[in-house]
């Protein structure tokens, strides 16, 4: 049977350039980058040129940047680490209601320790107020930390906006660009941003791969402590072949980002005129035009996240609920709770197609023709 890939929201596979980079330094460079011989003096190279690579490619400075096991580590490390170094001067934090869990359980277990969280509302279109926001900001928020695009829905926030209300503020602004990186170029300095998080492997790179970029003079407290690597901010022998792939991925996702954008588009498109054609009952949950293009998440009315995500499964094509789900078993969107409410049936009956790399148009147009079979399936009893 076909299988068609339609979930590299939730990860992607690995470019092949990629692959042949990472291969090549495990099997060739291997050495340790603290170590003096010249094998280790190698692997430093490598890493240098990496670090040099990723920094210009977001308008950083190569020592702005801090290499972490993906995105779930560098939204912990922005939001404990950016807490914990401005303690001293307040206790509260403002974020999302549609935050990855990432970044809201972070939140959640500082809410434990004592500090006061304010989770801002989003519209019907996922966006945030910020008006909403400027009327939460007080002279105790230390840390305010809203994502850049969203990995249920796909809607994109103002950060430039958001940057422009907080630059009077001593408050330290993080977002989590994990999914945005691949569809916006981003450029730190042009958004005015304390801290970003990144992860490679939503970007047709390795896994368990991702950096924390922290604006020179930013307080972070470490996580980890141990050895002297990543400027004394993060402690450990540094995963050189992933960052090494990292830095390809980026380079491969500077050259197509607005053409890929378009096909994209393009996709979602298809899928709706099919479902349309079909007579099946949908509604795109956000805003389809102006949201990541890679996103598409629809409500099929009078059916259910699991049977629609089984169903599909059977028939060859992989999609998603959206949500952080635990391997085995499949979350209702937390996201789509926070926009509609816990008795909304769209929070049960909503999924995530989402495209990348390999895809093609008739790849889409075999999804959406099972999609709707299934649909009428399941809803004509
Ligand atoms: N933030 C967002 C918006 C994400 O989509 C993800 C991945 N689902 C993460 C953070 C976590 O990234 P990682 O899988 O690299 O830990």
Do not use: W
């Given at each position: 049977?076909e299988?068609?890939?339609?979930?590299h929201a939730?990860?992607s596979?690995?470019h092949?350039?990629?692959?042949?980079?990472m291969?090549s330094?495990?099997?060739?460079?291997y050495?340790?980058?603290?170590s003096?011989?010249?094998?280790?003096?190698?692997?430093?190279?490598?890493?240098d040129d990496?670090?040099?690579?990723?920094?210009?490619s977001?308008?950083?400075k190569?020592?702005?940047?801090?290499?972490?096991?993906?995105g779930?580590?560098a939204?912990?490390?922005a939001?404990i680490?950016?807490?914990?170094?401005?303690?001293?001067?307040?206790?509260?934090i403002?974020?999302?209601?549609?935050?990855?869990h990432a970044?809201?359980h972070?939140?959640?277990?500082?809410?434990q320790e004592?500090?006061?969280?304010t989770y801002l509302?989003v519209n019907?279109?996922g966006?945030?107020?910020?008006?909403?926001?400027s009327?939460?900001l007080?002279d105790?928020?230390i840390?305010v930390?809203i994502?850049?695009?969203?990995n249920?829905?796909g809607?994109i926030?103002p950060?430039?906006?958001i940057?422009?209300i907080?630059?009077?503020?001593p408050a330290?602004f993080h977002?989590d660009?994990?999914?945005a990186?691949?569809?916006?170029q981003?450029d730190?300095?042009?958004m005015?941003?304390?801290l970003?998080?990144?992860?490679?492997?939503?970007?047709?790179?390795?896994?368990?791969?991702?950096?924390l970029?922290?604006?020179?003079?930013?307080r972070l407290?470490?996580?980890?402590?141990g050895?002297?690597?990543?400027?004394?901010?993060?402690a450990?022998?540094e995963?050189?072949p992933?960052?090494?792939g990292?830095?390809?991925?980026l380079?491969l996702?500077?050259?197509g980002r607005e053409?890929?954008?378009?096909?994209y588009?393009?996709?979602?498109?298809?899928?709706?005129s099919i479902?349309?054609?079909e007579g099946?009952?949908?509604?795109?949950?956000?805003?389809?035009e102006?949201a990541?293009?890679?996103?598409?998440?629809v409500y099929f009315?009078?059916?259910n996240?699991?049977?629609l995500l089984?169903n599909?499964?059977l028939?060859g094509?992989?999609?998603?609920?959206g949500?952080?789900?635990t391997?085995g078993?499949?979350d209702?969107?937390?996201?789509?709770?926070?926009m509609?409410?816990?008795?909304?049936?769209?929070?049960?009956?909503?999924i995530?197609?989402?495209?990348?790399?390999?895809?093609?148009?008739?790849?889409?147009e075999k999804?959406a023709?099972?999609t709707?079979r299934?649909v009428?399936?399941l809803?004509t009893?």
């Open positions: 049977m299988r068609i890939y339609l979930d939730a990860t596979p690995v092949p350039k990629v692959a042949e980079e291969s330094f495990m099997t060739n460079t050495g340790n980058p603290s003096i011989h010249s094998f280790g003096r190698e692997s430093r190279r490598l890493l990496a670090r040099a690579f990723i920094a210009k977001i308008g950083a190569p020592n702005e940047l801090i290499f972490t096991s993906g779930t580590e939204d912990n490390l939001i680490g950016a807490v914990m170094g401005n303690k001293h001067k307040g206790n509260h403002i974020t999302t209601k549609i935050e990855h970044v809201l972070t939140c959640q277990y500082l809410e004592g500090f006061h969280v509302d019907e279109k966006l945030i107020s910020l008006e909403q926001l009327a939460e007080t105790q928020t840390l930390t994502m850049y695009g969203n249920e829905i809607s926030q950060i430039h906006e940057a422009k907080l630059a009077d503020h330290v977002t660009a994990v999914q990186i691949g569809a916006v981003i730190v300095q042009e005015n941003v304390d970003l998080s990144m992860s490679a492997h939503k970007i047709n790179g390795p896994k368990g791969t991702g950096f970029y922290a604006k020179q003079g930013i407290s470490p996580l980890s402590f050895g002297e690597q990543e400027l004394k901010r993060r450990g022998t995963n050189v992933g960052i090494i990292m830095q390809k991925a380079e996702a500077d050259l053409e890929k954008a378009e096909v588009q393009d996709y979602k498109r298809t899928m709706l479902f349309n054609e099946i009952g949908y509604e795109v949950n956000g805003e389809m102006s990541l293009p890679h996103v598409l998440n009315k009078g059916t996240v699991e049977q089984v599909l499964d028939s094509v992989a999609a998603s609920s949500s952080a789900c391997a078993s499949i209702p969107s937390h996201v789509l709770l926070a509609f409410g816990k008795e909304s049936e769209r929070t049960k009956a909503s995530r197609f989402s495209f990348g790399l390999g895809n093609t148009i008739e790849e889409i999804a023709n099972e709707a299934i009428k399936r809803t009893r």
